[in-house]
């Protein structure tokens, strides 16, 4: 079976030790957590954790079993393969040089990147997208000068059918 990236969205009460005890169940059997995404709902009990992980889909769903048998845990739906919008960020500070600043400054019109913060010697970019967009982003501005990056994780929501 082909391994892949799943989005797996799951609901759950919003605790203190929830996030700690789905780390633990998924590490303690050796599955790793590729991004996660974390915030309360529009309902401040509940919490929607997004998190991603590499799998066949034999894996995938030994993890949502595992995922489903925590007390907290009001629901589990692997995005992957339904209708949904997924999206992510990175912030990415580039240094700025006399050599790279007219190509930085291209790219950022091109591309319709957004500046953050701009000082002498560093500008701070703000990129949304999908992970591909993310990744591409991140190819074409290694080669001019980047100091440093965060990546928020994939966030999903799945269409209404």
Do not use: C
């Not at 590729?34 to 509940?46: D, F, G, R």
């Amino acid at each position: 079976m082909e391994k892949k990236e799943h989005i797996i969205s799951i609901l759950v009460h919003n605790k203190p030790d929830v996030l700690a005890r789905i780390a633990g169940a998924l590490g303690g059997k050796g599955y790793n957590i590729e991004s996660l995404s974390v915030n309360t709902t529009t309902t401040y009990e509940i919490s929607k954790i997004v998190m991603t992980s590499i799998g066949n889909q034999a894996t995938i769903t030994r993890i949502e079993n595992q995922l489903r048998k925590i007390v907290d845990v009001i629901g589990v739906d692997d995005l992957t393969n339904v209708e949904s919008i997924h999206r992510e960020m990175v912030l990415v500070k580039l240094a700025l040089k006399a050599e790279t600043r007219a190509k930085i400054e291209k790219a950022i019109d091109t591309y319709k990147w957004k500046v953050i913060v701009s000082a002498d010697n560093y500008l701070i970019l703000e990129i949304t997208g999908d992970k591909a967009q993310i990744d591409f982003a991140l190819a074409r501005l290694e080669p001019l000068g980047i100091a440093d990056i965060t990546r928020t994780g994939i966030v999903a929501l799945e269409l209404d059918n």
